[in-house]
Every structure is written in structure tokens, then in C-alpha cells.
């Protein structure tokens, strides 16, 4: 193991960039783990949570409910597939998909039937940390084997994108379905497993094989909503409409936690609200954050009026050309680009810190994981940012390679 190097202190933030504490500035290349889709700081999103936080900084959900909330709830359920129009909102990615993954199992205990409580997830999958949602993780990132009688067993599968994965799927979704509630999977990006793609017809399939045994479908969006894929959300790219959409990351703009769960209809019908054995078992204190909220609808707002998706089209293209070169330097086994996800795949990364270290000495704050090294910048950063994160990931692969 190598040693974690201490933090950066950070004073500031502004569009791509933050200001440390010791007076270097950076180029930010992965919008603080894909959230800060406007850039920091964006002055729209700063006016409404100001005017909020004058209102009304929170109010509890329960028994009441607010004016920002009910807005924000309209206008995802309005970007939805139809009959995607049920929102509950979170604080945390993770808690959004151990609602989903609730809503699923519930619903079905609310009609009666028993005995359908698991998840088929996929391997390279991420759907959060908590015990929960880590179960439905990658069985060797979520150390499954580890945490071996803590975290509920569920069915992992790979995902069906050629014929032998597809037949090693069928078969086991054919063994575990009678067991199961529902599918969860990352739609097109599988992001914190490795930033791993697939096409619509993966989904496809999924979506069939849950039509098929009666599963309930759940995308979780929270990397891919928002414009990261190029489309505003990846649901929409591939054609494909889920059950359940998990959303949280760039929901706020960046800006302060905010999670929402958005469940087709049918799900919603199974609870009543009037009969405590049959409402959501779910109410977190913080539900639907006054703040949060109005930081959403301000990003919603910015989603409208600038061109955000052109800007991700944008970003494509420079980071295909970009990018392109590094594919011919040594160690590098893959270069791939997605919107605004751009990703060079090595052999290995021996020392991650190191070449963190090395990028940071560039100017620019880029996270290398696993075997990659990867772009994911605010849709709104500028030209000459771009090409200096891209100029750095260059740099710093072809001097690990001299
Ligand atoms: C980040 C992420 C989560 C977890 O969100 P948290 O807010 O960190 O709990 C879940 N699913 C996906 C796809 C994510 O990228």
C-alpha cells in the first residue's frame, strides 16, 4: 500500500477552478465527482439558495410540505419517461437507491406477494456505500466476501453485451427470478466501477428480461443524469424506459446534498399513506432540503437556458481529438469518450497518488482510479481549460512512459 497523501486545502472555488490555500490554482477535470455540472459557484444557483436560505433554510417533510419541493418533484417527473412521476427526495445518492430498491420490494409485499425481495445487480456495477446499496455493488469493490453475513446476498450477473454474456445472464436471471424484485443498473456508464460503457441494446434486453418475469426496472442515474452522457439523461439516449430513476450528483448543480428516487405510477399505487402498514417505510429528517431544492430548480433553470447539452456535444469532440493520441503511448490499453466523460485506460496504475501528485504539479486537479484516468469537467468549462487538462494527461502518460 502507498501511503495517502494529505488533502489540498481549499479556500475557494469559481467556474473550473480552485483556489488552494498555499495560492496555486487548479483546473478542475472531474467537476468534484461529476456533480458541479455549471461550473462552482454559479451565480444563478448562489442568488436562489440565498433568497431560500432567507425564507427558509428547512422544514421538516413530514406533515409539511413546501413550494420548492413540490416545483423541483414537477419538473423531474416533466424530464421522466411517462409515468415516471412519483419523486421522493433524499440527501445522498445512496439513500436514493436504497428507496428504489424499498419502493421495489415493498410495493410487492403491499399486493401480497412474498417472497420477492432480491436485486439483480451487475458486476462493475456502483450504486453507493451504505450496506445496502453496497450488496448490489461489484462483489469484489464492495468486498462482498468481506462483509459476508452483514450485507444481504443478492444476484450478481454481467451484463448481456454479446452472446456469451447474454446467455450466462438469461441463465441466471432465469435461475434467481422467482426471488427477485427488481434490476438495477447504471444505464450506458457503469461510472465508479471504472467508467466502463455499453449501448442501448444492453438495456434493451434488460428491459425486456424484466418484462418478461414481471421485475421492476431501475436505472440508477445519478453519474449519468444531467447532461454527463450528452443527453440530458442516458435513459433518453438509449431509448430505454426504466421503473425507478435514481438521480442525485449534478441534481443541486453541485451545490449541497440532494437525492431523489422517481418511481413510475403503478409502484406508487401499491402504498397508501393513510395506512402505516402500507406507507413508504422510508422519512429522512433532512427530506426534500428547503436548499437543496432551490438549488436544484436554479440548475433546472440553467439547464433551460444556456446550452448545456451543446456544451457536453462540445466537450465530446474536443476530447475525442484530444484525447486520441494517448492511445498510441505505451501502457495505454483503451481511450474512450462518451459526452463529457473522457477516459484513458492503462495497463495498471501503480501509484495513483503519485500521478495525482504529478497532474497536480500541471495545474490541474484530475483523480486517477483503478486503471484509469479520466475527465468528467463542468459542461460549462472553457476551451483553453479543456485542452490544459487534456495537455496534462498527455504530458504526465509520456513521461510515466520514458
Ligand atoms: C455516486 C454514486 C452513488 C452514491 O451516491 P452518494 O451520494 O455518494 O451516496 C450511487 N450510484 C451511482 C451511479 C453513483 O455514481
Redesign the pocket.
Known amino acids: 500500500m502507498h501511503t495517502a497523501p494529505m488533502p489540498l486545502p481549499v479556500v475557494r472555488t469559481e467556474g473550473s477552478r480552485i483556489f488552494l490555500a498555499d495560492g496555486r490554482v487548479l483546473i478542475d477535470g472531474i467537476a468534484s465527482?461529476?456533480t458541479a455540472c455549471h461550473g462552482y459557484n454559479h451565480p444563478h444557483i448562489r442568488a436562489a439558495v440565498a433568497e431560500q436560505l432567507e425564507a427558509m433554510p428547512h422544514v421538516m417533510f413530514g406533515g409539511l410540505g413546501h413550494e420548492p419541493a413540490y416545483r423541483l418533484a414537477t419538473r423531474l417527473a416533466g424530464l421522466m419517461p411517462d409515468g415516471l412521476e412519483r419523486v421522493f427526495f433524499t440527501?445522498?445518492?445512496?439513500?436514493?437507491?436504497e428507496v428504489a430498491m424499498k419502493i421495489a420490494v415493498q410495493a410487492r409485499l403491499n399486493r401480497g406477494e412474498r417472497g420477492r425481495t432480491k436485486f439483480l445487480a451487475f458486476r462493475g456495477?456502483?450504486?453507493?456505500?451504505?450496506l445496502g446499496?453496497m450488496a448490489v455493488c461489484d462483489p469484489e469493490e464492495g468486498m462482498h466476501a468481506l462483509f459476508a453475513g452483514l450485507l444481504p446476498e443478492q444476484v450478481i450477473a454481467p451484463l448481456p453485451r454479446d452472446d456469451a454474456s447474454r446467455a450466462e445472464f438469461d441463465a441466471v436471471l432465469e435461475r434467481h427470478a422467482p426471488g427477485l424484485a427488481g434490476i438495477i443498473v447504471?444505464p450506458l456508464v457503469?461510472?465508479?466501477g471504472g467508467m466502463v460503457f455499453h449501448d442501448a441494446t444492453v438495456l434493451r434486453h434488460l428491459r425486456d428480461a424484466a418484462d418478461r418475469y414481471g421485475l421492476t426496472l431501475i436505472f440508477?442515474?445519478?453519474?449519468?443524469g444531467f447532461g454527463r452522457t450528452g443527453a440530458m439523461f442516458a435513459h433518453r439516449t438509449a431509448g430505454v424506459a426504466p421503473d425507478i430513476v435514481?438521480l442525485?450528483?449534478a441534481l443541486t448543480g453541485g451545490t449541497s446534498?440532494l437525492?431523489a428516487t422517481i418511481a413510475h405510477r403503478d409502484l406508487f399505487d401499491a402504498f397508501r399513506s393513510d395506512d402505516p402498514a402500507k406507507a413508504l417505510m422510508h422519512g429522512p429528517t433532512f427530506m426534500a432540503n428547503p436548499l437543496g431544492c432551490a438549488a436544484a430548480n436554479a440548475s433546472l433553470d440553467l439547464f433551460e437556458t444556456e446550452d448545456r447539452l451543446g456544451q457536453a456535444g462540445r466537450i465530446e469532440a474536443r476530447l475525442r481529438a484530444g484525447l486520441e493520441p494517448c492511445r498510441s503511448m505505451p501502457g495505454v490499453v483503451d481511450v474512450r469518450v462518451m459526452g463529457a466523460i473522457g477516459v484513458v485506460q492503462l495497463d495498471a496504475i501503480e501509484n495513483p497518488a503519485a500521478l495525482r501528485a504529478r497532474l497536480v504539479e500541471r495545474g490541474v486537479w484530475i483523480r486517477p482510479f483503478r486503471d484509469i484516468v479520466y475527465l468528467t469537467p463542468a459542461l460549462t468549462i472553457a476551451d483553453d481549460e479543456l485542452d490544459a487538462l487534456i495537455g496534462a494527461i498527455g504530458a504526465v502518460l509520456a513521461r510515466a512512459a520514458a
Do not use: C, L, N, R
Open positions: 465527482w461529476w440527501d445522498s445518492g445512496s439513500v436514493a437507491v456495477g456502483y450504486h453507493g456505500d451504505t446499496t447504471e457503469q461510472g465508479a440508477d442515474e445519478i453519474f449519468t435514481t442525485s450528483k446534498p437525492a
